[in-house]
């Protein structure tokens, strides 16, 4: 197999290999100390915000230990992303469906197992209702194949359709001894299929605050942010929308593409709305994280249906009416105490009410201060993954 391509220099230099290892390969004297690359497996590389933003996330988690470098296995190429793991030859496939993109994805997978020193599954519904499971069983067997620890973080589980689906990844579950998940009802998926409990981290995003400072437009222009990827949320937004223009309770409408399912039904409801009072912008995700999480902190009130636009305008204090088309959206509202309906068709009246609600209030309540102990967290997981010996020593 040909060496894989990182795109990116470590932010911390390796060191030679001590030639006074121990046979085992589990002592090396304290001053030399060797770089310590854990690849990271996700939903990357589809022009998702979300997930894009959970390899932005680890990449800035990891380079904070020392003697870490992540591999952030086939991200897209923001501009944020500098530790890209691509193998040449089948990047050009990496998105393509069918055979083809499954046998160059998987390849790609692989390369990154045996070339890094530890595999970790990070952020997102990896193993879930929509989650791939032949995608997770050749990660852990690929580990176990190579003798490189496999472990989890920030991830959802469940719920699953079936009674074998359950099974199938109960046993996939089993064989990866860390896991930290992201929300309560994941601690009881894991525990019901496994019989341990494991911890409950929450979203890697709890951590945004304490990695990046946005920068935010002048408080004097009040925004309503609206990122839709839903059709059946189309009646409820306009109803939002009238209210607000007529109720003159912001000065612009900006609406948001945070994927590409999300272009062209938020295009429809721009074009749908017809304002009276207010001005209407349009905002595509393209190539840069930190750019859309500039515009979401700069917003009054943020209406999406997509969690990570909810998540990380809740961790600036950014008022949210997040519609649950998924459990994973009203476990976030749950778990943190949110008000807004959590059915996953409210009635537009509700929806309205609580926006209105939200607008009126007139200032941003603080509420959100705890990113800093998540990101200590974070890295004392990623750093302990990295730090697991084996038999073959480190690599």
């Given at each position: 197999m040909s060496a894989p391509e990182t795109e990116a220099p470590s932010a911390v230099a390796s060191s030679p290999r001590s030639a006074r290892e121990s046979q085992h390969g589990d002592v090396r004297p304290a001053s030399i100390r060797r770089e310590t690359r854990i690849a990271f497996f996700g939903f990357y590389g589809r022009h998702n915000f979300g997930d894009d933003l959970f390899g932005y996330l680890l990449q800035s988690i990891s380079v904070r230990a020392p003697g870490i470098r992540p591999l952030i296995v086939g991200a897209s190429p923001a501009q944020e992303l500098t530790h890209r793991f691509h193998l040449p030859l089948a990047r050009a496939l990496w998105g393509r469906p069918g055979a083809m993109g499954a046998a160059a994805r998987s390849v790609t997978y692989v390369a990154a197992v045996m070339r890094a020193r530890a595999a970790i599954f990070g952020g997102g519904s990896l193993f879930g209702a929509h989650a791939s499971l032949p995608f997770a069983k050749l990660i852990v067997n690929v580990g176990r194949r190579f003798n490189r620890p496999v472990a989890a973080l920030g991830v959802s589980v469940g719920p699953f359709a079936t009674a074998e689906r359950r099974h199938a990844f109960a046993s996939v579950l089993r064989a990866i001894p860390c896991i930290a998940v992201r929300d309560e009802a994941s601690v009881r998926a894991v525990a019901d299929a496994t019989g341990l409990a494991p911890v409950n981290l929450k979203d890697l995003a709890f951590a945004l605050p304490a990695l990046y400072t946005p920068k935010r437009r002048s408080g004097d222009r009040r925004t309503l942010v609206v990122s839709i990827h839903l059709r059946q949320y189309m009646d409820a937004v306009l109803a939002i929308l009238t209210k607000v223009d007529s109720q003159r309770l912001v000065d612009e409408v900006l609406f948001v593409s945070l994927d590409d399912e999300s272009v062209a039904v938020t295009g429809d409801i721009a074009r749908l709305f017809s304002p009276s009072n207010v001005s209407v912008g349009r905002f595509q995700y393209g190539d840069s994280i930190t750019e859309v999480v500039d515009l979401l902190t700069s917003a009054t009130c943020v209406v999406t249906s997509k969690l990570h636009g909810a998540i990380v305008s809740f961790v600036y204090d950014v008022p949210i009416m997040l519609f649950c088309y998924q459990r994973k959206c009203?476990?976030?509202?749950?778990?943190?105490?949110?008000?807004?309906?959590?059915?996953?068709?409210?009635?537009?009246?509700?929806?309205?009410?609580?926006?209105?609600?939200?607008?009126?209030?007139?200032?941003?309540?603080?509420?959100?201060?705890?990113?800093?102990?998540?990101?200590?967290?974070?890295?004392?997981?990623?750093?302990?993954?990295?730090?697991?010996?084996?038999?073959?020593?480190?690599?």
């Open positions: 009203a476990e976030f509202l749950l778990d943190n105490a949110l008000p807004g309906p959590q059915e996953p068709q409210p009635p537009d009246d509700v929806c309205v009410r609580h926006v209105t609600e939200l607008l009126s209030r007139g200032s941003r309540e603080q509420r959100y201060s705890r990113a800093g102990w998540h990101l200590d967290q974070f890295t004392q997981f990623i750093t302990a993954i990295g730090n697991v010996q084996t038999r073959a020593g480190a690599v």
